[in-house]
């Protein structure tokens, strides 16, 4: 089968930010250091962590956030909010949302597409097998709504459903739009508590948007196996 030029270059640069990232040391350090900002306590300390991290670097302070974001995507088992509050307590609510949700689209994307083009061994290196089968499973069961599942619980990291679905015949444009929408209203809300909430009351909030999207969440698989039940009859 003869690849499009396109399509060649695609796969070229998901490889080589796979090499790099694995190969070369300072980037190699690097992801080390991003994966200690995770280490803590407490939800708190977790999110001030985060939060002196990328005001370290000034200027550069955006450029990290999105890489933070991207690599959080790519290689940590960690929910994304902890980036996403953070920005919104640095760079203000409405920007920091906008920051959050085009980095962490880039992530996804960039999840997709190494899934896709180096295929599941690859996958399984960054998401784990396990992961990659439970997911599996969630798509053979939800199908198409899994993405947004997947999006409304803020405790789910987000990169498996990414690798998974890069490994399904989804097409990129489903995707793409799938993941964009899915992930606007959680950006939005966690964004704005996290602008104006501090402390304890970040983590209350919290719990209390948990508990909502645990709640859309059980009416969507009542509602997908309503549609299952119709469809046998």
Request: with cysteine; aromatic share 16%.
């Amino acid at each position: 089968m003869k690849l499009k030029k396109s399509t060649i270059i695609k796969i070229l640069t998901v490889l080589a930010i796979v090499l790099i990232c694995i190969f070369v040391k300072p980037v190699n350090d690097k992801i080390k250091e991003f994966i200690l900002l995770f280490k803590g306590s407490s939800t708190d300390e977790v999110l001030e962590n985060v939060k002196k991290y990328i005001l370290s670097y000034g200027n550069w302070a955006i450029f990290i956030s999105f890489m933070l974001m991207v690599f959080q995507s790519i290689a940590a088992p960690i929910p994304a909010f902890f980036i996403t509050f953070a920005n919104a307590a640095i760079f203000g609510w409405q920007f920091g949302a906008v920051l959050s949700w085009t980095s962490s689209m880039a992530g996804a994307i960039l999840c997709f597409y190494i899934a896709r083009f180096l295929g599941r061994e690859t996958a399984e290196k960054f998401a784990t097998k396990f992961a990659l089968d439970e997911v599996e499973i969630f798509f053979d069961r939800y199908g198409k709504y899994t993405i947004l599942i997947a999006r409304l619980l803020p405790f789910v990291p987000f990169d498996p459903i990414s690798y998974a679905a890069g490994l399904t015949s989804m097409s990129a444009w489903s995707f793409i739009w799938a993941t964009g929408l899915g992930q606007l209203p959680a950006t939005i809300i966690y964004s704005y508590i996290g602008g104006t909430l501090t402390g304890g009351s970040k983590t209350f909030v919290t719990g209390l948007f948990i508990l909502f999207a645990v709640s859309i969440l059980i009416f969507l698989i009542k509602k997908i196996y309503n549609e299952k039940h119709k469809k046998v009859n």
